[in-house]
């Protein structure tokens, strides 16, 4: 399998997953109290949002290099 068609499947692969996730989500612990031998945490879920125009990109460059690898066959 050319070089060209492989990473093309994969840009695709990359598009639809940014389509179906929309974000990705991770979780943080943060120190709201230290006052002498007293300490709280606190876990914060966190989103990093993924914009459509993310996956569109993604899409379109994947068909394209599938495209082009193609025309080379």
Do not use: S, W
């Not at 050319?2 to 974000?23: D, E, N, P, S, W």
């Not at 002498?36 to 989103?47: C, F, K, Q, S, V």
């Not at 914009?51 to 068909?63: D, F, N, W």
């Amino acid at each position: 399998m050319k070089t060209q068609m492989l990473l093309g499947i994969i840009l695709v692969g990359i598009a639809v997953l940014a389509f179906a996730y929309q974000g990705i989500n991770y979780t943080t612990r943060e120190k709201v109290v230290d006052i002498g031998p007293l300490h709280m945490t606190a876990e914060r879920t966190r989103t990093l949002p993924l914009p459509p125009i993310v996956g569109a990109v993604a899409l379109v460059g994947g068909v394209v290099l599938l495209v082009m690898g193609r025309k080379k066959n």
